[in-house]
């Protein structure tokens, strides 16, 4: 069973918007962070944003630049990024993770420190 299920990935122009949801009914959002990374053919895994419920805060990547949003439905248990003003750049396959964190760890190489993740969905932004 896999822990956690992306959706919403899909083709879209440059400028456009996609909102990606992750499933994850078998994560307390008050003890686990959940986070979104992404993946670019020949590029290491990167960190989006993250959302801890432990210290009620969220991080985005640098690149981000206000683009994009993470956010979180309790009750749905499901977690979203919305991604607004995408560039080329962006396309990549966007993971969900989740560990038990109390809040979000931070650096180039975070992706190593989360033992749930999703299968990824594709996300292609055409100039």
């Known amino acids: 069973e896999v822990p956690l299920v992306e959706s919403g990935g899909g083709l879209v122009q440059a400028g456009g918007s996609l909102r990606l949801s992750c499933a994850a009914s078998r994560f307390s959002f008050d003890i686990y962070a959940i986070a979104w990374f992404r993946q670019a053919p020949g590029k290491e895994r990167e960190g989006v944003a993250c959302?801890?419920?432990?210290?009620?805060?969220?991080y985005y990547g640098d690149f981000v630049k206000g683009r994009f949003t993470i956010s979180s439905d309790n009750a749905k248990k499901t977690v979203y990024l919305q991604m607004n003003s995408l560039k080329p750049e962006d396309t990549a396959v966007y993971y969900c993770?989740?560990?038990?964190?109390?809040?979000?760890?931070?650096?180039?190489?975070?992706?190593?420190?989360?033992?749930?993740w999703g299968q990824g969905t594709q996300v292609t932004v055409s100039s």
């Open positions: 993770a989740a560990e038990r964190f109390t809040s979000c760890p931070r650096g180039p190489r975070s992706y190593i420190a989360y033992g749930y």
């Open positions: 959302i801890s419920g432990g210290d009620g805060k969220s």
